[in-house]
């Protein structure tokens, strides 16, 4: 498949989002693709809503180590995609860590673990990103989840979450500062 992204002027939709950065991780993975040029292709995927969407999507679920070792070249990008890729960090924190409790209330361990490792792949994430922006953005997500007010309450009762999801959501937010 062609790569949108060198086209100008075409962003990516999330699917094809979702396919490219499948194929970078696995050039990544087997030692074809280097820190810094991934952390290139990757910055201008994270540059639109769709494309930061489908790299999330794909490196926060996956089996590769990128987002367990995170090369400084790859903060670098992420950090400067500024805003939207702290947003789409916090979402990812809070829907990963209701799952896990989701899916350990119905007895699945294997999902359990995998929305647990995407949690503390979130929650890693975040604490290298820019932090007057992380903070400012889960500050929110704190208010909503603790005390039922502000921003993010649609956010919330969109995906249905109860009382105990919203602590542990409070939780995690709160582990992200230490």
């Not at 490219?20 to 910055?43: K, N, P």
Request: with cysteine.
């Amino acid at each position: 498949m062609p790569d949108p992204s060198s086209e100008p002027n075409q962003l990516p939709t999330f699917q094809q989002a979702m396919e490219i950065t499948a194929q970078w991780l696995a050039l990544w993975d087997h030692g074809e693709l280097s820190d810094e040029v991934l952390a290139d292709r990757v910055g201008e995927l994270v540059a639109s809503r769709d494309g930061a969407r489908g790299f999330f999507v794909v490196s926060l679920v996956g089996d590769c180590a990128l987002m367990d070792r995170l090369p400084e070249s790859l903060v670098l990008q992420l950090r400067a995609a500024g805003e939207g890729v702290v947003d789409l960090s916090v979402r990812n924190l809070a829907m990963s860590t209701a799952m896990a409790l989701h899916h350990s209330r119905s007895g699945d361990s294997d999902q359990q673990a995998g929305s647990e490792r995407v949690a503390g792949r979130c929650t890693e994430l975040l604490r290298l990103l820019e932090p007057l922006a992380v903070k400012q953005r889960l500050e929110p997500l704190l208010e909503a989840a603790a005390l039922g007010t502000g921003d993010d309450v649609a956010f919330l009762e969109r995906w249905g979450y109860d009382a105990q999801q919203k602590a542990a959501i409070a939780a995690a937010v709160e582990a992200v500062a230490e």
